[in-house]
């Protein structure tokens, strides 16, 4: 156990996850003085690329072993714990990342120099789901294009969405296909069952019930469902999950979307099913290469979907969520408890 009064801790936060919300939730936490250092980092020179050995991470290792001279704890949203940073600060027992997973940290570093690395799960389930329910019903009612055309172009001419021909889809009585029924997948499920859509879900590895119809193959899903949210984690299993074969098995006119992984789905498959008018719209947050190339072709589809930044976690909400779930473990080591989510 640790004297609160002796803590030594590096908030090393950024423009979203900010230094003063990790400190001030580590002070409520530990209900007592503590020594945090508040350090704002940038964001990755490539962003979300791979800094040194460790990926989604800011590149300022100086920096970061700058403020870590004697302190023990470092909490962080895109610090690179990397083997470099690690070797540099051998006081550091505890890291906690502020994120869904410690990919900014070197876990096998860190198992060598016994320092503890949690993370913070869930943080962004509720966002996730919200942003995506968004994006589904700006697809759905080409909400995005009839705002480019008015406000942008000055133009009336959205009010052809307002034919049959160009309307689009409503969500009630609408089958809609969920691939994967996580943390994110089961609160969509939730939500657009709240709107009376025809809710399915195909999830090999969720056990129990389930908001909607389960449905026992990939297959049958998508050739049952006007529209597909993907959910899924990424894997090697779950890479490319949706091809050129999987799109060719929804119904003519369908709708896609993703706010989870841009691997899961085949963006080249994609473009050919919309170009080609097989597919009516799609809905992206994130992609195979991100930041999103000017040049990609999903860019010049703009008329049929809706693109966003990897914007989905991206709430206040999220950030405060954040700093307390990392204080929560910080407050356990001080107290010499479990760890509540702990990899090393």
Known sequence: MTSASSVRAVAAGDHFVLPSLIAEAIADEIKGPCDVRELTLGWPLEPFGPVAEVSEASDAEEELIDALADAEVLVTQMGPVTARVLDACPGLRLV??????????????????????????????????????????????????????????????????????????????????????????????RVLCAFGARVMVYDPYVRGEVH????????????????????????????????????????????????????????????????????????????????????????????????????GGASRTVAEKAARIAAAEVGRWVRGEPLAHCLT
Not at 114 to 121: E, I, N, Q, T
Not at 173 to 189: E, N, T
Not at 224 to 246: C, K, N, P
Request: charged letters at 25%; one cysteine or more; hydrophobic letters at 45%.
């Open 212 to 311: 909607g119809l389960r449905l026992a193959s990939l297959d049958e899903l998508l050739r049952r469902s006007r529209v597909i949210s993907l959910h899924a984690r990424l894997t090697d299993e779950t890479r490319g999950l949706i091809g050129a074969r999987e799109l060719a098995l929804l119904p003519p006119g369908a709708v896609v979307v993703n706010a989870a992984r841009g691997p899961l789905l085949d963006e080249d498959a994609l473009c050919d099913a919309l170009e080609s008018g097989r597919l009516s719209a799609a809905a992206l947050d994130t992609y195979a290469v991100e930041p999103l190339p000017p040049d990609a072709r999903l860019t010049k589809l703009a008329g049929r979907v809706v693109l966003t930044p990897h914007l």
């Open 96 to 189: 906690v990342v502020c994120r869904g997973g410690p990919v900014n940290v070197n876990l096998d570093a860190a198992r060598r120099h016994d320092v503890r690395v949690c993370f913070a799960p869930g943080r962004n389930a509720a966002a996730t789901a919200e942003f995506t329910v968004g994006l589904l019903l700006a697809a759905l009612r080409r909400i995005p294009q009839a705002h480019e055309l008015l406000v942008r172009r000055g133009s009336w001419e959205g009010a052809a969405y307002y034919t049959y021909e160009h309307s689009g889809l409503e969500l009630e009585d609408l089958p809609v296909g969920l691939v994967g029924y996580g943390a994110v997948g089961s609160r969509v499920a």
